[in-house]
Each structure stands twice: as structure tokens, then as C-alpha cells.
């Protein structure tokens, strides 16, 4: 395994393909919980834990279940299950050790389980160290590595979005932009910035 493949996984899925700023995904719970930078990270930690996990399982179903049995067009069900059974657990992990910071995520919590950037992760896993029925070498590896960056770029841009918007609450700004309107114009300068990543060739 080169240790070159994983520097340009992690520096095309943190900056190039980030799922947020680059790829659009997951930007449900982006603007919803980006407010402050606590509830932020702690939102961006849960959704690294739930794409490395879910990235091992599914590359573990994917192998040994869907492509010897033939049904790889199970892929999408069986995906969803697996993250939904990982949401569970994070949110009765939070649920019982942090109840203020569970009750500050509400609804965001829960919609981790149809969050398209984890399943997205576990679909580029299964797309990227596959072909049909062939396994890549080390695609066990890779894919942790990548799911484990994926979850970290999305960390990242919950982190600089949440630090954006605390400054601007000091600030005062037209009514009209308050809050989400205001959220998304961040959100597309953010996505412009990002762009200049996109020049970096491996």
C-alpha cells in the first residue's frame, strides 16, 4: 500500500471533493446546526464516527454478502440499514451522556440516518475500490481511510461555518438576511473559496 494514495484521499476528500462545499450533500443539518461552534463540532464528530463505521461494515457487506450472492442491487438498502443502525447508537450515546446537546440537535440528530453524505461516502466506497466483481488491493484500507476524510471534511466546514456565523451575530446586518438567508450566502462564498482546490492534479 503507497502511502501516496492515502495523502491524496485525504487531501481530495477534506479540500478537492468535499461533500459539503464541493459535492452539495448533507446540508441539511449544515445550516441547521452551524449556529455555534460546540454544537457544530460535536455534530461533525458524530457524522465522522458514523461515516468510518459505516464505511467498514459496508465494504464488509459489500464483498462478502451482495457480490457473492450476486444482488449488488441491494447496495442502496442495505447501505441505508447499516448507517441507520449507527445513527441509533450515536443518538442514545448523546442522548444519555450530553441530554442539552441531544435536545439542541432536535430533528438534526435523527436525519444523520437519510443524510446523502454518509450514504454518498459508502456508494463512492463501494464505486471507487470495485470494479463488478474484482476487489482492489488494500480497498479495505482506502475505503476507511476515505470514509474516516470524508467525515473530517464535513467537520471541517461545520467548524469554519459555525466560527463565520458567531462573528456575524456581533454584527449587524439587514433583517432580510438574518440567519438562513444570510447562512446560504456564506455557504456559496465558502463553495467558491473551496473551488480553487479543484486545480490540484495527483
Same mark, same amino acid.
Given at each position: /500500500?503507497?502511502?501516496?494514495? #492515502?495523502?491524496?484521499?485525504?487531501?481530495?476528500? *477534506?479540500?478537492?471533493?468535499?461533500?459539503?462545499?464541493?459535492?452539495?450533500?448533507?446540508?441539511?443539518?449544515?445550516?441547521?446546526?452551524?449556529?455555534?461552534?460546540?454544537? &457544530? /463540532?460535536?455534530?461533525?464528530?458524530?457524522?465522522? !464516527?458514523?461515516?468510518? /463505521?459505516?464505511?467498514?461494515?459496508?465494504?464488509?457487506?459489500?464483498?462478502? @454478502? #451482495?457480490?457473492?450472492?450476486?444482488?449488488?442491487?441491494?447496495?442502496?438498502?442495505?447501505?441505508?440499514? *447499516?448507517? &441507520?443502525?449507527?445513527?441509533?447508537?450515536?443518538?442514545?450515546?448523546? +442522548?444519555?451522556?450530553?441530554?442539552?446537546?441531544?435536545?439542541?440537535?432536535?430533528?438534526?440528530?435523527?436525519?444523520?440516518?437519510?443524510?446523502? &453524505? *454518509?450514504?454518498?461516502?459508502?456508494?463512492?466506497?463501494?464505486?471507487?475500490?470495485?470494479?463488478?466483481?474484482?476487489?482492489?488491493?488494500?480497498?479495505?484500507?482506502?475505503?476507511?481511510?476515505?470514509?474516516?476524510?470524508?467525515?473530517?471534511?464535513?467537520?471541517?466546514?461545520?467548524?469554519? /461555518?459555525?466560527?463565520?456565523?458567531?462573528?456575524?451575530?456581533? @454584527?449587524?446586518?439587514? +433583517?432580510?438576511?438574518?440567519?438562513?438567508?444570510?447562512?446560504? *450566502?456564506?455557504?456559496?462564498?465558502?463553495?467558491?473559496?473551496?473551488?480553487?482546490?479543484?486545480? !490540484?492534479?495527483?
Amino acid at each position: /500500500m503507497d502511502a501516496s494514495q #492515502l495523502i491524496m484521499i485525504f487531501i481530495s476528500m *477534506v479540500f478537492i471533493n468535499n461533500f459539503i462545499l464541493s459535492k452539495f450533500l448533507g446540508l441539511c443539518s449544515f445550516i441547521g446546526v452551524s449556529k455555534e461552534t460546540g454544537p &457544530a /463540532m460535536s455534530m461533525g464528530l458524530a457524522v465522522t !464516527f458514523v461515516t468510518t /463505521m459505516s464505511s467498514i461494515i459496508t465494504w464488509l457487506i459489500y464483498r462478502f @454478502v #451482495l457480490i457473492p450472492f450476486d444482488i449488488t442491487y441491494m447496495r442502496t438498502i442495505s447501505f441505508i440499514l *447499516v448507517i &441507520a443502525t449507527f445513527v441509533q447508537l450515536v443518538e442514545m450515546f448523546i +442522548r444519555k451522556t450530553s441530554p442539552h446537546l441531544y435536545k439542541f440537535f432536535g430533528i438534526y440528530l435523527p436525519l444523520i440516518t437519510v443524510n446523502c &453524505a *454518509v450514504l454518498g461516502v459508502a456508494v463512492l466506497n463501494s464505486e471507487t475500490f470495485f470494479s463488478g466483481s474484482r476487489i482492489m488491493p488494500g480497498s479495505f484500507i482506502f475505503s476507511v481511510v476515505q470514509g474516516f476524510f470524508a467525515g473530517a471534511g464535513y467537520c471541517l466546514a461545520m467548524l469554519l /461555518m459555525s466560527g463565520i456565523r458567531e462573528r456575524l451575530e456581533l @454584527v449587524r446586518v439587514p +433583517r432580510s438576511f438574518k440567519d438562513v438567508p444570510l447562512a446560504f *450566502v456564506i455557504a456559496s462564498l465558502m463553495s467558491l473559496a473551496f473551488m480553487g482546490f479543484s486545480g !490540484f492534479k495527483f
